[in-house]
DNA sequence: AAATTGACGGGTG
DNA sequence: CCACCCGCCAATT
């Protein structure tokens, strides 16, 4: 597995509870903007294997973006658990909630 | 080895 | 706000 693949994943587990964040914004933590559908097909691969809190991922407008339905419930469950609001068109509000990774 | 797959994002109109 | 287009990356098939 390439040295991206890892920095996503490692990203990815470094979400604290309670805070979410994109796709894309992780694909740049990670060192590379433009690998967003990568982070895309490791959740879909990876996320058992690799133990990720993909719940805290939403898109870029702070949308949860799953389509099925079970497992989208099961996300904003999980969200909110962690006590993430979200709005009734299943929204986060990225001003409040999107984790700032220190740079560093 | 080539094609497919994806839960995306930014720009445009 | 919505709809569409196209660029992008690598694990899988």
């Known amino acids: 597995m390439q040295l991206y693949t890892k920095r996503v994943i490692d ?8 805070k979410v964040m994109t796709y894309g914004q992780v694909a740049e933590m990670a060192g590379n903007n433009r690998g967003v559908r990568q982070v895309v097909r490791i959740l879909h691969t990876m996320s058992d294997a690799y133990d990720l809190p993909w719940h805290r991922l939403v898109n870029a407008k702070g949308e949860i973006s ?39």
């Open 11 to 18: 990203t990815i587990k470094n979400i604290p509870q309670g």
């Open 66 to 104: 799953i389509k099925d339905e079970e497992t989208r419930d099961f996300q904003m469950y999980n969200l909110q658990q962690e006590s993430v609001e979200i709005d009734d068109n299943g929204r986060v509000d990225l001003k409040r909630f999107q984790f700032i990774p220190p740079e560093l």
